[in-house]
Structures are given as C-alpha cells and as structure tokens.
C-alpha cells in the first residue's frame, strides 16, 4: 500500500473535487410501495407482505406521503419539482434485495437543479463562510433489506459462514440527495462536507420528513472524492467512500480519502474507481468493491408503476407548508434572544436549540434557559453520554423548576436537587419539591432564630455591619444558609440581618 | 359422445340452478369425474383441487337452499391458470422453479372468484412462465389438444384452453401477453378474451412482461366470456395500471349481439400470405356473414403492425429479464447448492440454471442483452416507439370503423414437436394477436368452423378500443349465432 500523504501537504499539490449523496430514510407510517409499518428496530420479518418480500405475482402502489415528502424536501433544497416523472427500475442481484431490482428514478427525478447555501463556521469561532452547494437532483427510491454475516470475525461477508436476511427495512422510502461536483478551498473540504450533512440533518428534522438519525441509519452520506493536480482541469478517478455515519466521520473521511489519494497520485500510480469502507476506529478506508461506469444497471421504466404527475397547485401547496430554512432560523432566534454568536454555537453544537427554544416559550428568559440547558443539563449529558434531548428533563419541566426560583420556593442551590430528582424519575419539579422538602423557609420566625444565632456566632462581622459594611452581610447570609442547609429564602435572610444590625 | 352436464353452457348452468333442476355439488362433480376420465390425455391440469371445489359448492348450494340471493355464476365451476395465485394451492407457473411452492395469498380475480362463489376445480397448465405458443414448454409436459392429442392446444393458456374444450370446465382464466389467451382458443374451438390493459387486476398474477399482461376469460360461448369477464374486470387499489373506471357493459352486448349498420374494418396486413388456406377462408366466409347480417365492411391499413413482432420480442423479453430476478432461491421456490460452502451468488445462479427451461432462459438473455447499457436505445427505446406507432394504427382505424377482425391465428394446430426447433416461426404465430397488447387495446378470438384443409378449429379475432371491450361481445355474439361453431364430440 501506497504511504498516506498528510493532508495539508496534500493540498500543496491537489485540489479536491467532492461530490456527496446523502439517502434519507422518510418517516412514513408505511412503507413506499405496500402498507408496512416502518417502526426501527422491530423482530426481523415482522415488518414484511407479499410487496415487499418480491412474492411472485405481487405489485406495488405509491406511497403518496412519500411523494408528498420528495417534493417537499426537492422544494426546501430549492429544486425544480418535475411535471411528469417515472419510477425506474434499477436491476443487480444481491440477497438482501427481494425483486433483485430497486424500485427508484432514474432519468427523470422528482427534484433537480436546487442548491442550499451554508455557513462553515471560521475555526476561531468569528463570522463564518458560506458556501453555495449545488443539488444535482433527489429522487425517490426504496431501501434494500439487511444482511446481518455470521461467522466472520469482522461482521462483513468474507469469512462468513452464512447470512441472515432480515426485510423490514425493504421498500422503506428513501430520498437519494446528490450534489452537483463541489470545489472549494482544499483545506475547507472536509468542513464543508460535514455542514452540508448537518444541514441536511437539521432540513430533514425542521421538514419533520425524516428521523435524520446518522446512528440509526436514517441519515446515511456516502462521499465520492476525486483529486487534480493544482491548477489542472482533468478530472481524478473517484471512490465512493459509503455509509459514513457520523457528521465528524463525514469530516475525517474527507480528510483520509485526499491523503490516500495523494499517496497513491505522488507515487505515480493509478487511483482505483471502488467504493470504500469508513473506519470510526482510526478514521481509515478500505477498499469495497470495485466499480466502474460501464457498471450496468440495464435501467428502464418500472411498468408497474403509473407516472408521477404533481399538479402545480399541490406544488404551490406544499411549498407553502415549508417551514423556515434553519439558517434563517438560528438568525431570528439569535437576535430575538439576544445570544452572542459563541452562545449561539454553543447551543446548537449542544443539539439544544429546539429545547431552548421550547422553554422560552414555556415562559422563561432567554438567558435563564440558556444557563439550564448549557450549564447544568449540558454537563450531565456529557458526564453520561446521553444526548441532550435524550436526557429524561422536558422543556416544560426545566421551565416549570426556573418559575419555582422565580416565586422565590427555591433557590438556584436547591434547583440542581430539583433536577437531580426529575432526572431520577421522582416526579414533576413540583411533586420533587414536596418529596425532597425542598423548599426555601420564609417564615420569619424560623429564619428570625436563624440569623440571631449567625449574629451570636460572628460578632465581628456583626459588629462591620453595624458600621456600615453592608457587603459584609454575605457572609451572615452564607451562616444562615449553612443552618438552614440551604433551604433559606436568601433575600428574606438578607432583609432580616440589615434590620436587626442597623 | 357426452351428454351430461359438462358439456353445458356456464350460463345455462346457472339457470339450472336456478331452476332447482341441479346442484353445484352436482355438476362439480361430474366435472371432476371428466377430469378424472380424460386429464390423463389432455394434461391440461397440472393440480386438482377436489376438496376445496366440493367445499365451495356444498357452501354455495346451503347458500341458495337458504334462499339467499347469489351472484349469477356461484356454484358453477371454473378452472384457473397456473400462473394464478391460489392461497393454500400449488401454483407453479408451469416451471420447476416453483415446484411445491404454495402462495400466501389469493391474486384479486381468485378473490373475486371466491366472492362470487365459483368452486374452483384445479390450475391448468401452461407454458413455462406463459412464454410460447405451444404449451410444450411446460416444465410438466404439455397440454394437449382435444380434438387431435397428438397436436398442441396452443399457448401459453394452452391448459385453460384445453379444459374448457374438453368439457373438463365450462370456464377457465387465462392471461394474454401476446395473444395467450386468444391463439389457444382459438386453436381448441373456444371463445378467449384478453380485455383492455388495465381493465382486469393483476395484482397476484406472476407477471411475464408487466406492460403487456392481462388475465382474461376462457368459455364455450361468448354470453360465458361476459359474465366471466364481469366477474373479474374491475378497478383493483392493489394494481397501479388497473383502470379507475366502471366495467364496460359486456354482458349486455353478448346478449344483444347486433351488428346491423355496425362499421367492421377487415385488416389489410393480417391476412394473405403466410395465412393457412384453410384459416383465410374460414375467415372470408365469416366476414361475408357479417356482412350479409348488415354490418359495413371496410379493408383498412394498419402499417405499423408489420413491425408489431420485433417489437414484442424486445419489450416483453426486457421485462421478463427484470420481472423473473426475484426466482432467486433465497425466500421461495427451488435451491440448488451446487458445492458446500457455495455463496449467495453460486446458489443463485445454480438454482436459475436449474429452474428455469430453454425458453425462459432464451428470453432473460434476449432480455437482459436488450436493456443493456448502450443498446437500451436501439432496442427498448426503439421498440416503445413502435408501440407508439401501432397504437396511432389503431387510433386512426377506430376513426373509420367501430371494430376491426382479422384471424386469430395464421394456423390451425400443429403437431407437437413441429416447430420446438424452429422458435422464429413460432414466434410468427402471434403476429395477429400481438398489436393489441402492445396497445393496450382489447381483442376476443372466436371459433368460426373448422378449416377446410386441417379439419380444425379456426378462430376469428375482433379487436376495439381500449375500454370498449362490450363492442367485441356486441359483434363476436352476432357472428356466433351465423357461424356453426364447431362441436367437440369425443377427445381424439
């Protein structure tokens, strides 16, 4: 094998030319030619009919949600939505494929001629750069099912003793997103790659079309990479690196494919046309199968399917349904909210923008769901390795706890036993408030008794106050505090101190 | 000679019942004992379904003692096409690859049949995959020819042909791609329907060339052929080419049969050379009967139908390419390991070289070859354009006349083994059938006489627009009460 080059000094002599698909699995209640369920994670063969087990004799019928959708996504990436348009079949065998022929599009996609812009946020966390991405087309097609090899030591077919074929996942709609050739700055190309799948992501999740899980497989990249000598305009051999599945491993596969590529470029030798495997390990390729574009799919129009033909008023309807491009999302919200750009990033790199957003609108302040959710929420999804969202604490609840400091019941100390509790699924904030005893006191008498005996117990900084150190009294408020574990209403022990020692 | 109650008309079965002077258990049965005495010769089922034929009978006639009101044809029986999905039945599609395999489900005209309570006594055979004109290339040797055993049924409905003119069954379902159902009827002496594409369901029939397919009704006389064809035609949500649009009024007009003032165009280029004497005459005489019985005759010129063959046999091998991928030996149907430790892609191609026969083979290679990356032009693509030119054929003669005929088939019967050799000149025998499918337009062979110089049956092809299937029944039934339509008296 050829020495990997290393990336920036790749970049001294080529200039990359990417090109990234990117299958999205929809979220239909069924399937795309029968009506199967969809649920992830079902038995094996539970999922499955006659359709789309390839029974002899069984036809398909158009998922008109899954049209709806293709359209609706083909109109976000800012496609042309065709007039009339076929599905084609797309012939190989391979086990896990029940007609031995893919239901999808061929010459005549649904969507075509659309691009997205996006911003590549600059490394030192400034204003970033934005990138138009062109989109080639999206098309409409069906998944395949899963081979799950047995025997082997890598869970790959060679070395296998036999496969196991599980078709839940066969005829599950799918959205196939090809870019035109992207060609930016070298060293941007690996960032790039991974904001376009990000944004596809978030696209995805705001069409509310998709689950857009990259570690489900509902979001899946694969990235075609091709090198040319600096200032050259011919083309490279390109591989195909497939199903990265991660945003960072979008990045690194770029990363590695122009080393490699550089490797086997300086040493005089041939790029071979293959398609690669990603290594979440050590961020490495291997080669898969070998392809070339004499690769004969014998396409044709699927006779059993009769042509798509959305009228433009559907169209119109649609794009009318479009929620706001996430971009100009994030920019209204930032300015509503009054975030710094870092905040911004911050909350989003988190995966916490809609949870922000969603307890601001349960009524709290900007910077008190920003100080939740990064703060002490952000840390226990680290500390686990829970996603955010995934941690067990609704928006509602975060915001219901900050209308509990608000109405001074708790303080901020006692809050983060409050979520302690919500988290350990004792209850609502309120039924842990009770649970816990965690309330603040108050009652003059309790905390009356309290500050007397911090007064007793501190006589010089009793004795500061009297003379006009006002600041001196935190550290009466902290004796209190400590008397009453914590549960004191601070502001009450504050007034109470300044009373009796003016 | 038979006398009993197989060689009745379905229609006046039905009255019978009605009448209260026999029962569905009755005449099911003596079609099964006529099964039981000639299928041996005819081999025309490939699986009898005794048990469920009786059940259905016995329910249908409880149903009727009852006094409930039933659909005009329950009770009487039917036989149905082997490449039919019968839930709980074998079905084959005439090829060792799915030997033994029982389908889960019912395609929607075996439904519809259910729902209509017809017993259904068994599936006929066919050519492999309903690909030939013979019914030799049945994987389970071929069905025979009623009145002559030695001859072929013709094909692919060849089964279904030759138990409704052996008097096995008063009705059958076949499927037509290319003339499968209309040749063998016509070959046998039996009224054969293919409908308008999209006007039956396939939704559960083993598709041959998916834009090509149409099931369609197989009977003694064309009344029969309606209320089959009413029966089973019909809007299906399963089947995405299936037509949202009501039934065309086809019993109606079998029983009207009037083609006073009616517009006949005789096509030019189906006649002549290259049609047997006997079958060109047989023709002539009925064309002067409809004439006589006031229909307007008129010649018309469909040019493109020359090329109708050559186009046939690269769209529908195309599609049988794709179509017959999933007989893959994963999930059903015939394994052949050929080592231990064979791959997926070993077991594969070991299973389809010994599942599938010559034909098919022939027919996935021609395919296969067709679709092929810088070929799809010259020979899909072109083809599709010639589907387009016959359908403008059609169209500009359904200006002129309201039907056109023309044989059904250039031949009588031929011996079996006379053309296994020769696939190009059996291939030709679907030159007057073909047009229609590749236009998605209806067509219905009608048996005429027998042909002077073969002393077999001889049929006659009407053909109409797409839709406008209830002209066929209109004419064929006026033509049928001119012609003496042949007597089978005693399979030979």
Same mark, same amino acid.
């Given at each position: ?5 290393? %990336? ?8 990359? $030319? ?5 299958? $999205? ?7 795309? %030619? ?11 063969? @539970? ?18 949600? *899954? ?62 750069? @934005? ?99 600096? *200032? ?106 009054? %975030? ?18 969603? @307890?601001?609108?349960?009524? @709290? ?19 686990? *390795? ?99 574990? *914590? ?16 | 000679? =038979?006398?009993?109650?197989? =060689? ?25 004992? &006529? ?52 839930? #709980? ?34 599936? =006929? ?25 030695? &001859? ?23 499927? +037509?791609? #290319? ?13 054969? /329907?293919?409908?308008?594409? #999209? ?39 399963? +089947? ?93 149907? !015939? ?22 026969? +010559? ?14 990356? #810088? ?29 056109? /005929? ?41 048996? /005429? ?32 009460? !001119? ?10």
């Amino acid at each position: 094998m050829t020495a990997l080059v290393a %990336f920036e000094d790749a970049l001294t002599r080529y200039d990359p $030319v990417m090109g990234l698909e990117v299958h $999205v699995e929809l979220n239909t209640a069924t399937k795309m %030619f029968c009506s199967c369920a969809t649920t992830f994670g079902a038995e094996p063969n @539970t999922q499955v009919c006659p359709v789309c087990l390839g029974l002899p004799g069984a036809l398909p019928v158009v998922n008109a949600k *899954g049209v709806e959708s293709a359209i609706r996504i083909g109109l976000a990436l800012n496609c042309e939505i065709a007039e009339w348009c076929r599905f084609a079949r797309k012939n190989y065998f391979y086990p896990d494929m029940p007609k031995n022929f893919q239901t999808s599009q061929y010459d005549e996609p649904i969507a075509f001629d659309g691009y997205v812009d996006l911003t590549v946020p600059a490394e030192d966390g400034g204003e970033g750069e @934005t990138y138009r991405i062109e989109i080639e087309r999206a098309h409409m097609e069906e998944d395949t099912g899963k081979s799950l090899h047995v025997g082997g030591a890598t869970g790959r077919i060679h070395g296998a003793s036999h496969s196991l074929l599980d078709y839940n996942r066969a005829g599950i709609p799918l959205i196939e997103i090809v870019t035109k050739t992207i060609e930016v700055p070298g060293e941007k190309a690996p960032a790039v790659a991974r904001a376009y799948v990000n944004y596809l992501r978030d696209l995805m999740v705001a069409l509310d079309v998709s689950d857009a899980r990259m570690d489900q497989g509902s979001l899946r990249a694969d990235v075609n990479l091709s090198l040319k000598p600096r *200032g050259s305009d011919v083309l490279g051999t390109r591989s195909e690196t497939k199903n990265v599945n991660s945003f960072r491993s979008v990045e690194r596969a770029v990363r590695y494919e122009i080393g490699r590529h550089a490797g086997i470029l300086d040493a005089g030798e041939k790029v071979v046309q293959e398609t690669r495997h990603f290594h979440e390990a050590d961020g490495s390729t291997s080669a898969g199968r070998e392809k070339s574009d004499a690769e004969d799919y014998r396409y044709f129009p699927e006779p059993d399917l009769a042509p798509v033909a959305p009228s433009r008023e559907w169209v119109e309807e649609l794009r009318r349904t479009l929620p706001e491009p996430p971009a100009e999302r994030r920019k209204r919200l930032q300015a509503e909210w009054g %975030f710094s750009d870092l905040d911004m990033r911050d909350t989003v790199g988190a995966g916490a923008l809609d949870l922000v957003a969603a @307890t601001i609108a349960a009524g @709290t302040t900007p910077a008190a769901a920003k100080k939740w959710w990064l703060g002490e929420l952000a840390r226990r999804s680290n500390e686990t *390795g829970t996603e955010i969202a995934e941690l067990g604490i609704t928006p509602q609840q975060v915001a219901e706890i900050q209308g509990l400091i608000d109405a001074g019941r708790i303080n901020d100390k006692l809050a983060r036993s409050v979520f302690d509790g919500v988290l350990a699924g004792e209850g609502t904030p309120e039924e842990v408030v009770v649970s816990r005893g965690l309330e603040v006191v108050s009652d003059d008498g309790a905390l009356s008794e309290a500050v007397d005996q911090a007064i007793a117990d501190n006589p010089d900084v009793a004795d500061k106050i009297r003379g006009g150190k006002v600041q001196a009294a935190g550290a009466l408020i902290g004796a209190v505090m400590k008397q009453m574990r *914590g549960q004191a209403d601070a502001a009450r022990v504050r007034e109470l101190i300044l009373e009796k020692l003016s | 000679m =038979t006398t009993d109650v197989t =060689t009745a008309s379905a229609a006046s079965i039905a009255e019978a019942f009605a009448d209260g002077d026999t029962t569905s258990v009755e005449v099911t049965q003596a079609h099964l004992e &006529r099964i039981a005495s000639v299928d041996e010769r005819l081999n025309a089922f490939l699986h009898v379904d005794a048990e469920g034929a009786l059940a259905t009978a016995a329910e249908v006639d409880a149903r009727r003692a009852a006094g409930e009101e039933l659909p005009a044809l329950a009770g009487v029986p039917i036989a149905v096409k082997d490449l039919i999905n019968t839930a #709980g039945q074998p079905t084959t599609a005439g090829s060792k690859m799915l030997e033994g395999w029982i389908p889960p489900y019912d395609a929607t005209v075996v439904t519809r049949l259910r729902a209509a309570g017809l017993p259904i006594l068994g599936k =006929t055979n066919l050519d492999e995959f309903a690909m030939g004109s013979s019914n030799e290339h049945s994987a389970y040797g071929p069905a025979r020819n009623p009145w002559d055993t030695s &001859r072929i049924p013709g094909g692919s409905s060849g089964g279904s042909a030759a138990a409704v003119a052996g008097y096995e069954a008063p009705l059958a379902l076949g499927t +037509d791609t #290319g003339g499968s159902i209309r040749q063998p009827g016509a070959m046998t002496g039996i009224v054969g /329907v293919k409908p308008t594409y #999209g006007g039956v369901s396939r939704y559960g029939v083993i598709a041959m060339a998916s834009s090509l397919d149409q099931v369609g009704p197989m009977a003694r006389t064309v009344l029969d052929a309606a209320l089959l064809h009413e029966i089973v035609a019909g809007h299906d949500p399963m +089947d995405s080419t299936s037509i949202e649009r009501p039934v065309p009024p086809v019993v109606e007009a079998a029983r009207r049969g009037d083609v006073t003032g009616l517009r006949i165009g005789v096509v030019r280029e189906l006649g002549g050379e290259g049609f047997q004497p006997g079958v060109q005459s047989a023709f002539d005489r009925a064309v002067e009967q409809l004439a006589q019985s006031g229909a307007e005759i008129v010649e018309v010129g469909c040019p493109s139908f020359a090329h109708g063959i050559a186009a046939y046999y690269l769209v529908m091998p195309s599609e049988v390419s794709s179509n017959l991928a999933r007989f893959d030996a994963m999930r059903y149907g !015939l394994r052949t390991v050929p080592h231990q430790g064979a791959s997926a892609e070993q077991v594969m191609a070991a299973s389809r070289d010994a599942g599938f026969g +010559d034909e098919v083979k022939r027919r996935i290679i021609l395919g296969t070859y067709a679709l092929s990356s #810088g070929y799809y032009d010259a020979y899909y693509g072109s083809a599709q354009k010639v589907r387009t030119l016959i359908a403008r054929d059609f169209e500009a003669a359904f200006e002129q006349v309201d039907v056109l /005929v023309s044989p059904t088939a250039p031949t009588t019967a031929w011996k079996l083994g006379e053309k296994s050799d020769d696939p190009l000149s059996m291939y030709l025998e679907d030159i007057a059938t073909i047009p229609a499918n590749l236009a998605g337009v209806p067509g219905l062979s009608l048996p /005429v006489g027998l042909a002077e110089d073969s002393g077999l049956p001889v049929g006659v092809q009407f053909l109409a627009p797409a839709m406008a299937d209830d002209r066929l029944y209109n004419a064929a039934a006026a033509l049928e009460r !001119l012609v003496d339509t042949p007597k089978l008296e005693e399979v030979r």
